[in-house]
């Protein structure tokens, strides 16, 4: 593509059993008033995973 | 949805299409950053709408191929398949053990009334209570073998013999009930010592050091119970605790507020002191002086950005760091139902006061109407865990078009009840400093990446 480069595809699909729940709760890793889950990784990362990176250009 | 958003990195403007139910970004150039806004309802400034009309016809043509190509393929405009569902109730995995409600600091914005949770009462925790939640979460825990407690306060190590006595029973227990305890503890440093430390560098999984960032800062609004100036002993009591911390997890939090909006400097302070785990919070209060207002917002999403580009020179260097917020793990993050579902406070994640009540997590801690029970009872009032489990962010109206909805699950439940008037009514302020928190964590991502 002339004007697109995509870098990480599918980073939201995974595979397998999901919803296991083994992973921290989110307000234990650190702020204690912060929402945010998206910084925090799967449990079982190794095995869920479904996206594709390209390098940016 | 589809957003389009651009991050300058030293003069060079990157731009991206992000895509948020798939999960996937794209590093467009110039037109197809405008071409995308365009396409998906984005209003563009003044110098975007100009330069779009300019882009010829033949530009405009390949354009709509390629956003149509990547459509096709699944990772544009993606539409949502994730539905909303109740949350599980009754599995327990984290606990919070409010195991002092006591301070030996006085912080002007402590949410917590310098840790007496407005009861007005310096209560201390004892080992009978701190045995029964053990008890009570491995009861209730279901399946889970993970499980969490995390000492909190008030000032946690003003009762660590409790501490001691509790990890060491949930020990104890671990190869009996098949579960497997993580410790975490958030300290304001005051009463680290040698012995201390090599304790909570041996038990701790986590250790959050709480401290703001510059001398300045942190004393404006952070003072010992005689109102004496601590910040030396803090400050120097962390830096031993990171150094002999090895390879553990720890993370040196601070809280910014109205007075500093120019918080990129506390990071770097932070990181100046030899800290590589950051993290720096907004003040949440409706202090006058201190809270954060819509009209300090520009502010604070340009300091963002500033703090972005420094953190990316950092990283190339011996002064590399985290920052918290910055951190996305694009290629193994958690799994859907995390992300609809967020902190679980109410469901999974509760909070233990020093007496054993029960509460839905630290924010609702000795607030009668959230009261859920008592670990000596052993019941819980799923009426109260009821009232969470609706709260997921696609059933939240005001996250549906939120290009940060899987990051955020639609906001602190705390947050929004006490700032926006309801659990499932995000609160604005902190919805704009996550999308922006997003977006340069995406664009870290790929310029990282692409130096790697």
New interface residues.
């Given amino acids: ?14 595979q397998g059993n ?26 079982n ?2 095995e ?2 479904n ?1 594709t ?1 390209k ?3 | 949805m589809v957003h389009a958003f651009k991050f300058a990195y030293h003069d060079k403007a990157y731009h991206f299409v992000w895509d948020n139910e798939s999960g996937s970004l794209h590093n467009v150039d110039y037109v197809a950053f405008l071409y995308a806004k365009k396409r998906y309802g984005q209003a563009l400034d003044e110098k975007e709408s100009k330069d779009f009309f300019a882009i010829n016809q033949a530009d405009l043509q390949e354009l709509e191929k390629e956003f149509d190509e990547l459509e096709t393929m699944g990772i544009l405009n993606t539409p949502c398949t994730s539905f909303a569902k109740k949350k599980r109730i009754g599995e327990i995995k984290a606990l919070c053990l409010h195991i002092c409600n006591d301070c030996n600091l006085r912080c002007k914005y402590c949410f917590a009334d310098e840790g007496t949770y407005h009861t007005q009462e310096r209560a201390y925790m004892s080992e009978e209570v701190g045995k029964k939640a053990i008890d009570f979460l491995i009861a209730h825990s279901g399946k889970r073998n993970n499980l969490e407690v995390d000492f909190f306060g008030g000032e946690p190590l003003m009762n660590l013999d409790v501490v001691k006595a509790i990890v060491e029973y949930a020990r104890s227990r671990e190869k009996e009930s098949g579960k497997s305890f993580n410790f975490t503890m958030t300290t304001n440093c005051v009463l680290l010592n040698d012995k201390n430390i090599e304790w909570l560098n041996k038990e701790m999984y986590n250790v959050v050091l709480s401290i703001d960032g510059r001398h300045d800062v942190h004393s404006a609004v952070r003072k010992a119970v005689n109102g004496k100036d601590c910040y030396d002993l803090i400050a120097n009591n962390a830096i031993k605790f990171a150094k002999a911390r090895g390879d553990k997890s720890y993370y040196v939090r601070g809280t910014f507020t109205a007075k500093n909006l120019d918080f990129a400097d506390d990071v770097l302070t932070l990181n100046d002191m030899g800290f590589d785990q950051i993290s720096i919070e907004p003040v949440v209060t409706d202090i006058e002086d201190l809270k954060i207002t819509k009209e300090h917002l520009p502010a604070i999403l340009k300091e963002y950005e500033r703090l972005a580009e420094n953190y990316i020179d950092r990283r190339k260097t011996d002064k590399w760091f985290n920052f918290f917020h910055f951190m996305i793990d694009l290629e193994g993050g958690p799994c859907i139902i995390k992300r609809l579902t967020g902190c679980g406070s109410g469901c999974e994640y509760l909070a233990i006061t020093p007496t054993g009540g029960i509460y839905p997590c630290h924010q609702f801690a000795e607030n009668k109407d959230y009261y859920m029970g008592n670990v000596f009872d052993g019941d819980l009032d799923l009426s109260i865990s009821d009232k969470f489990a609706d709260n997921i962010v696609t059933n939240k109206p005001d996250c549906k078009d939120c290009m940060a909805k899987y990051y955020c699950s639609g906001g602190c439940v705390a947050n929004n009840l006490n700032f926006a008037g309801s659990m499932g009514k995000p609160y604005d302020i902190s919805c704009e400093m996550m999308r922006k928190r997003l977006e340069l964590s995406l664009a870290i991502n790929a310029i990282e990446g692409a130096e790697d």
Avoid at chain 1, 1 to 14: A, E, G, L, Q
């Fill in positions: 593509m002339k004007h697109i480069n995509s870098i990480v595809t599918n980073s939201m699909k995974k999901i919803g296991c729940g083994e992973c921290q709760s989110s307000c234990q890793s650190a702020c204690k008033t912060s929402c945010t889950v998206g910084n925090q990784s799967c449990k990362r190794d869920k995973i996206a990176r390098p940016l250009i």
